[in-house]
């Protein structure tokens, strides 16, 4: 190719051409080859660097108190009472200290041998390095054999040597303090939320740390001060996270193996899961207290001890739909935690999101399956209702691919509807509104008043399942739960797609008293466990039936409930002349088709709640429902003495 169709560049390659960058320049060149970015994650992960230092001398025997503490101006300070980085004259390079070859030199530290650590997050010398070249200022405290000593750094280089500052008691281990550079984060600033968390999860992960948490920086969610020290591990740290969720085992499935023990090597795997219908599952894993987000050998290694032993446990029971349980179905509500320590672990890229050892797997598996299989056995009825769990998601996913195999053999699929299902016209969804009404009686008034195009009616007996805590087979085998969700098209869980949905709007229409109250909680309670995307794509509402009419002379006005109903009659009129006629509706059935489509129906004079999850607090939304519609009546009791003060009182 002519060198001028090459727009700028050089017209002449040589020596002069190469660039050799020097130090820590690459790291300030490229700072995505070495922590992945420069966005809000990558500024974190810089925090994690250091921390993770802290957490080896730790884990190593050498510490056991961390502190963390974010400071005004986007600064931050990591301290440990470990053993201190070496500050020593460094043998290979001469008139610089160890301290110093550490944090301004790639590839350099204390953790290529089993010398100075068994088992470590940090492995090629880079972490401490990088984040001093990003950082526009980085001191470092070392206080080792009673004696102070310091240095100071900027972009990576030594803003002097590092110098004594005294003898100091009761004090080791290394502290630093850095703040990221704006030259390459911008405006970004760090988080106390994030990284009050992050120093949280450490603690979990190693029973042995107790981690000192505090901020100048506050916000409405974080305080300032806290202390982390976790002895129960992985357990108190999935506990925490299902907080008050209803759980198929009433304990975790939780325990820790040494490798030195179990096979002559040095580390550890440690873990906790349990199954719950009140959330998707999830996997958090971690090798040697580093998160490994995008997994890797170690959660293989896991889910097939766990795979294994539910369905060896479903043999020995003879239960023979174990067998079609796979590790996607295990996801289905499954709540894993996962931490290896290993020698040597290999990652994926220096930000270490996947583990690649592949020795990994074999030894958590090895380690896991044993435990699972004797937990199982000593809890039999935690093992039954998982067990039945999973063979209800395996069904469902079968049961849909079969439906995607019959949808592709044939151009129309024969839909199967439940028999009380009054469907609508419509051939698309757009517009379409699915009312569920309480009883054959109101449903016959529903059907004068609906839109035949595009509304369709499903009435349902009377108080449906409450699903929250019900075994996976009682869902399943339940004939209200069962018409709703085959009037809808979808499945429950994390089968459930909103694409499948038959209708726009679904609709719950009940008795504007209390009996209606509570089937709609139910109805609302079903949805936001097994549906929760239909909520939150803005799918489900709350008919609001008037429950009194008001007739005078020719005029007639619906009121919603008492209060209103009393301000009319206060107000002595409502249109007409005369006595104003009180009528009382017991329930939708006792209606007219008139009253009912004017009222409740018609989308020109109704009116609709849409039922929503908070979206700043989604976590409170599901406590709410946990304490007022959980197996657990202390908590209703707990709530109506917290809450009873708010309620007026009554005249009965």
Known sequence: MPNDLLSGASQTYDASSIEVLEGLEP??????????????????????????????????????RIEVELHEGNAVTVRDNGRGIPVDPHPKFPGKSALEVILCTLHAGGKFSNKAYSTSGGLNGVGSSVVNALSDLMTVQVALNKELY??????????GPIRKLGPVQNRRGTTVTFRPDPEIFGHQTLKPARLMRMAR????????????????VTDADTPAEAVFHFPGGLSDYLTDTLEKATTYAERPFAGKVSFQEKYGLPGSVEWAINWTPMRDGFIHSYCNTVPTPEGGTHEAGFWAAILKGIRAYGERIRNRKADQITRDDMLAGGSALISVFIREPQFVGQTKDRLATEEAAR?????????????????????GAILDFLVLRAEERLRRRQEKETARKTATKKLRLPGKLTDCTSKTREG????????????????????????????????????LGAASAKLNDNSEIRDICEALGVSMGTRF??????????????????DGAHIASLL???????????????????????????????????????????????????????????????????MDAK???????????????????????????GDLVERLMGKRPELRFQYIQENARFVEELDV
Not at 498 to 508: A, G, M, P, T
């Open 27 to 64: 790291v300030r060149k490229r700072p995505g080859m070495y922590i992945g970015g420069t966005d809000e994650r990558a500024l974190h992960h810089m925090v994690a660097e250091i921390l993770d230092n802290a957490m080896d001398e730790a884990v190593a025997g050498h510490a056991n």
């Open 150 to 159: 310091e240095q100071s750094f900027s972009r990576g280089l030594p803003r």
């Open 201 to 216: 999860s450490k603690a979990y992960l190693f029973s042995g740390v107790e981690i000192r948490w505090k901020t100048a």
């Open 363 to 383: 030894l958590v598996e090895g380690a896991v399956r044993d435990h699972f299989d004797t937990w199982l056995a000593q809890d039999p009825k935690s093992a």
């Open 432 to 467: 379409t509104e699915l009312f569920i009404v309480e009883g054959d009686s109101a449903g016959g008034s529903a059907k004068g008043a609906r839109d035949r195009e595009t509304q369709a009616l499903l009435p349902l007996k009377g108080k449906i399942l409450n699903v």
């Open 497 to 514: 797609k909103v694409d499948d949905l038959r209708y726009d709007k679904i609709i719950i229409m009940t008795d504007a008293d209390v």
């Open 524 to 590: 609302m309670t079903f949805f936001f466990t097994q549906m929760r995307p239909l909520i939150d794509k803005g799918h489900l509402y709350l008919a609001c039936p008037p429950l009194y009419r008001l007739t005078q002379g020719a005029h007639r006005i619906y009121v919603a409930d008492d209060v209103e109903k009393e301000a009319w009659l206060a107000k002595g009129s409502v249109g007409g002349k005369g006595k104003i006629d009180v009528q009382r509706f017991k329930g939708l059935g006792e």
């Open 595 to 621: 009253d009912l489509k004017d009222t409740t129906m018609n989308p020109a004079t109704r009116k609709l709640i849409r039922v929503s999850i908070d979206e700043e607090a989604p976590g409170e939304t």
